[in-house]
């Protein structure tokens, strides 16, 4: 199984500050068709997950673009250009390419300080 | 407005059974790839099965394999997780999340296993 490690675990944060969060898998990510299949997660506080980003860099509609994801290989961030209050949440990855099973991150929570 | 919506969770015995449905609307199901998606209290997520659009194949974690049964009704734009032989390692919000990569979740149901 692919392992994801995620860190930092929490992220303290100043309103207005970039955050970034790091992502590692066990092995590469890359499929055999050449695309990534690593997603990225939001979990505001009390409500279902929701997802941000997709294949490494796509965005999901709706999503602001001070979110960005990038990376290649085993190594991904995501990352936030300002942060703004309604950001405080837990993030997770999750790779969808070596299935089954699909597996996550176990979670960065961003706080603000 | 594209939706999914899941209902059956409750508080059940350990060695029991419970069938947790998921009620799609605002999209094509039939060509959709659906999952389960669960999260035990204060933890991470945790993928638990998948299954394909046609219902032709079916996949889940080592931990359910044997015990947890994923099935669809096309017609019934329905996705079900049958839950055998429960534990208490099994107490969780269970998620129904559109297509493999999960781009649209529900408000999760819960469901405990405890004596």
């Known amino acids: 199984d692919v392992v994801m490690t995620q860190s930092p675990i929490s992220l303290p944060v100043t309103l207005g500050q970039p955050a970034s969060i790091s992502c590692r898998s066990s092995?590469?990510?890359?499929?055999?068709?050449?695309?990534?299949?690593l997603n990225w997660f939001q979990q505001r506080p009390g409500q279902s997950p929701r997802r941000l980003i997709y294949?490494?860099?796509k965005r999901d509609s709706g999503v602001p673009d001070r979110f960005s994801g990038s990376g290649s290989g085993t190594d991904f961030t995501l990352k936030i250009s300002r942060v703004e209050a309604e950001d405080v949440a837990v993030y997770y990855c999750?790779?969808?390419?070596?299935?089954?099973?699909?597996?996550f991150g176990q979670g960065t929570k961003v706080e603000i300080k | 407005e594209v939706q999914v919506v899941e209902s059956g969770g409750g508080l059940v015995q350990p060695g029991e059974s419970l069938r947790l449905s998921c009620a799609a609307s605002?999209?094509?199901?039939?060509?959709?790839?659906m999952s389960w998606v669960r999260q035990a209290p204060g933890k991470g997520l945790e993928w638990v099965a998948n299954?394909?659009?046609?219902?032709?194949?079916?996949y889940y974690v080592d931990s359910v394999k044997g015990r947890f049964t994923i099935s669809r009704d096309n017609a019934k734009n329905s996705l079900y997780l049958q839950m055998d032989s429960l534990r208490a390692e099994d107490t969780a919000v269970y998620y129904c999340?559109?297509?493999?990569?999960?781009?649209?979740w529900g408000q999760g149901t819960m469901v405990t296993v405890s004596s």
């Open positions: 605002g999209f094509t199901f039939r060509s959709y790839w």
């Open positions: 299954i394909k659009h046609d219902g032709s194949e079916k």
């Open positions: 999750m790779q969808g390419t070596h299935w089954p099973p699909w597996t």
């Open positions: 999340a559109r297509a493999r990569g999960c781009e649209i």
């Open positions: 294949e490494v860099s």
């Open positions: 092995q590469s990510l890359v499929h055999s068709n050449g695309n990534t299949y």
